[in-house]
C-alpha cells in the first residue's frame, strides 16, 4: 500500500492535561508505516530565572509576564528532505495549547530546501505558514493555488482533510519563514477546509511610538485588527521589528490563562517585568509564564521577534503525523479516509 505520508513523524502521541505527561501509543494497524524516523525533541535550556514575586507597577497596579523557561528548537528534516529546526516539539503541546508546532526554516543552500513538501494530507488543526524570503507554491486538494513570497502569509485550515504540496519556487538563494500548527477545536475539527494567502502588503502593521513595527497576523494589538481571528484559540500572532540602536519596549495586553511564547529570529529580546529582565537569546523560544496581564518586551539593534499567545482549548491531544485529533480512533478513521480517497 502507498502512502506518501511517511516523511511526517509517525509516531501517536498523546498530550494529556496531567501535568506535561507524553505517552507514545503504539497502534498496530498503522506501526506498520512506521519509517523509524522521529523528530528529537526540542532541548531545554536551564534557564537561571530568579525567583521573585511578580512586580506591581505603581502606576497601573498591573504586572507583566515573566520568562518560564527558554527552549531551542532541533535541527531536523521534514517533507522530502527540507532541513528546518523544529522549535516547538510535541513535547510542548500541553503547555503551549492551542499550538501544536512551530518550524523556522531557512537556509541559502538550495539542497536543504529544494525538494520540498510533496503531496501530504493534513486533518484536524490550521497550518499558518509565514515566509520571510524565497517563494513557495501551494496547490491542494481543494483546488487552491497559491504562491508566497517574501512577508506573504498563507492560512490554511485542514478542517475533515486537505492534501496539499508546498514547493519552492527557486533553485538558488535564501529562502526562510515559519510555520505554525494551530489546534481546532474538537467541534471545528471536521470543519470544510478553508484557505487564504495574505499578501504582505495587506498584512496589517503598525509603529509604535517607540519605533516598533508590529506585524499583526493574527489577533489584536494597540488597536489594530490582524488579517485573522479565531473565536476558539484567540490566537495572537505578531512579528515584531525593533528599530536599529538603542533598546526599546514593547508592551503587548495578555490574559494571564493565554498561553503565550516568543521567538527571536534576528538579535535578542530582554522579557521585562519591573526591575527584572531575562534575556532571549537569538534562534530561542520564550515560553512565558502563565500571569499578569500583559508581556513587556525590551529590545533594539533591528532585532526581529515573533510573539504568539492563544487561549487553551483543554481537550484531548493525539497526533499521527499529519493528523490531529482527541482520539486514537478518529485518527484511524483519518487513515482509513486517506487510503480509501475520501479525505479529501
Ligand atoms: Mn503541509
Not at 19 to 30: E, H, I, K, R, T
Not at 172 to 178: I, K, N, V, W, Y
Not at 228 to 240: G, I, K, S
Request: proline share 6%.
Amino acid at each position: 500500500m502507498s502512502t506518501e505520508i511517511g516523511f511526517f513523524q509517525m509516531r501517536m502521541t498523546v498530550s494529556t492535561d496531567q501535568g506535561q505527561a507524553l505517552q507514545a501509543v503504539d497502534v498496530s494497524p498503522m506501526a506498520r508505516l512506521d519509517n523509524g524516523r522521529r523528530v528529537r525533541s526540542a532541548d531545554t535550556l536551564g534557564a537561571k530565572i530568579p525567583r521573585i514575586p511578580p512586580q506591581k507597577d505603581p502606576m497601573t497596579q498591573t504586572t507583566s509576564r515573566r520568562l518560564e523557561r527558554l527552549v531551542r528548537g532541533q535541527a531536523t528534516s521534514d517533507g522530502a528532505g527540507v532541513k528546518l529546526t523544529r522549535v516547538v516539539a510535541n513535547d510542548l503541546q500541553q503547555r503551549l495549547d492551542p499550538f501544536l508546532m512551530l518550524d523556522a526554516f531557512g537556509s541559502d543552500k538550495a539542497g536543504d530546501y529544494i525538494a520540498g513538501f510533496p503531496d501530504h494530507p493534513h486533518r484536524g488543526f490550521e497550518t499558518v505558514t509565514y515566509m520571510l524570503h524565497g517563494r513557495m507554491r501551494h496547490r491542494d486538494s481543494a483546488g487552491n493555488e497559491g504562491l508566497l513570497k517574501n512577508g506573504d502569509v498563507q492560512w490554511m485550515t485542514a478542517g475533515r482533510g486537505v492534501i496539499h504540496s508546498e514547493m519552492p519556487e527557486q533553485e538558488e538563494g535564501l529562502m526562510s519563514g515559519f510555520q505554525l500548527w494551530l489546534n481546532l477545536p474538537a467541534k471545528d475539527k471536521m470543519c470544510p477546509p478553508w484557505y487564504r494567502d495574505i499578501p504582505s502588503a495587506q498584512v496589517p502593521q503598525f509603529t509604535t511610538e517607540q519605533g516598533v513595527t508590529v506585524r499583526v497576523i493574527a489577533g489584536h494589538s494597540h488597536g489594530t485588527d490582524g488579517s485573522v481571528q479565531r473565536d476558539a484559540t484567540q490566537v495572537l500572532y505578531l512579528d515584531l521589528h525593533f528599530p536599529e540602536g538603542e533598546n526599546v519596549t514593547f508592551e503587548q495586553a495578555l490574559p494571564s490563562t493565554h498561553n503565550a511564547m516568543a521567538y527571536v529570529y534576528q538579535g535578542s529580546v530582554d522579557v521585562v517585568c519591573g526591575e527584572d529582565t531575562a534575556a532571549v537569546p537569538t534562534h530561542h523560544l520564550a515560553i512565558l509564564r502563565n500571569e499578569g496581564d500583559h508581556v513587556r518586551l525590551s529590545a533594539g539593534q533591528g532585532t526581529r521577534a515573533l510573539l504568539l499567545a492563544g487561549q487553551p482549548l483543554r481537550e484531548p491531544i493525539v497526533q499521527y503525523g499529519p493528523f490531529v485529533m482527541n482520539t486514537k480512533e478518529q485518527i484511524i478513521a483519518a487513515m482509513d479516509d486517506y487510503r480509501a480517497g475520501r479525505l479529501a
